[in-house]
DNA sequence: GTGAAAGCGCTAACAG
DNA sequence: CTGTTAGCGCTTTCAC
């Protein structure tokens, strides 16, 4: 029989296989874009799965999530059994259609009171919250914050500068960019924290990249980081770890996500019960003497 | 209609759909790993595809392409209509299949005169080649050549201490490291070249993680990059590209692997026929006064 | 043109 | 336990 399989060159069509038994073994996974960092949670994800027969669908949803409905009608036709998605905030219609598909959804990167149905992430809140209580405790006392205009990161900025004014220091510069954060945006805000005059003992960058950018920009005057400037990026961005042993960093897991986030799903296609909150929580990294 | 559609929620089964009419709208990508740079390639491939009602089914193979043919069974029973593959080299059991599944198949990142199907790629030789013949017109005269134990990185390692060879420098300090390459073992090569004693004048990464690691080992030296050492990596790393206003690079257009690998697709599909061999070419990107 | 019927290649339910 | 049969929800063909 293996013979004969072997010579006609046999192999079950799968598609027939999904029809008839309503199990596609797809998961299909939305991603804002797929260099991005939140892409590399994609990848434990994937491998968790296929040990267990299931194929990812990838799909991209554009710039702050423009094409994330339309996207997700085209997906839900092919019947995945499982959908990730990138962050909490999703317009009503993609609620609605995720509700009429019945099927397990993980929202992921991001903590919310009210998901759609799973979560696995991260408090952007506490982020921020803990980057200014490490600063403040390691005896800084005049800030400034730097962020790109997206959601997560201007919720980790907010947070750090809240914090802050909690404990009295309300003149935290704060330097907003354009999404997306890149380096040169980065030196783009040290210039600008230059301008301003008067330059912080630390800066808080929502994003590691921007850290990086900003850390260059200090190294280019000779500055010494940390001694002169502290920068606490986000994000564990390993290039921007291993370049700069000056650079402290808030460091999350990635890959944890998309594990986690695949035992969830093959655990409810097994009829199993799953903690519908993972919170993945975060670590300080520090470097240099900051 | 459209209202009872919309009330009962009705969106059609693709899956059903495909089986029918035999067309999955399905493209399978298999890429080494999603976190590397190859798989920048897939952005594209994705929001091409999408535009045109295909969904991208993703799947890792692993370090050095390890798990590739168990991957690649696994996905021919989803019946994709085509196979984005990364590279060239792969077992005769992978061709075998591919062949009895007679779709579009195109391997990517690297040329080939006997591609399985379509290629769209560069060739890793012209890139040593054209890194030896750019440092020697620029008056450099000793050379280092950095690499790790990938074929590919070989690859352009080996044409450019060949091409070296051709003009009569011989003496081509060569450090190989572990795949897979990261910033660390940068920092290691360089500290491997001072060992040497004498250290080159230019040195040619084969990678842009690599050449970024070099260069903090140059310049936490003091040393002047490109004055005292010039570097020169390859891929654009955006990353080291924005960093280092030093480092110099072998730029290949990724997002075009993934453009012209999807209208490829797209224009097989539609029965049309399609170049079978496309060569993206590169371009050597100078900074700073290497 | 419009409408009914016959698969697509499996799984699952059922009868023997 | 093995063997048969009836779908899964579409597309396509074919008759009208």
Redesign the pocket.
Known sequence: VRQAIDRTG??????????????TRYVAAIVPDISSRVSESIQSLTDRLGESGYQLILATSGVSDSREESVLAAIL?RRPEGIFLTGISHSDETRRRLAIAKIPVIETWDLTPTPIDMVVGFSHEKVGQAAAEYLVSRGYDSFAAVSVDDGRSERRREAFVSTLMKIGISDVVTVRLEHPSDFPKGREAFSRLLELGKLPRAVFCSTDVLAHGVLTGAQALRMDVPGDLAILGFGDFDFAAHTSPALSTVRVDRTAIGRIAAEAFLARFDGQTVERVTDIGFQIVQRGTA
Chains 1, 2 share one sequence.
């Open positions: 046999y192999f079950p069509n799968l598609v027939a296989g999904g029809l008839a038994s309503r199990r036709g």
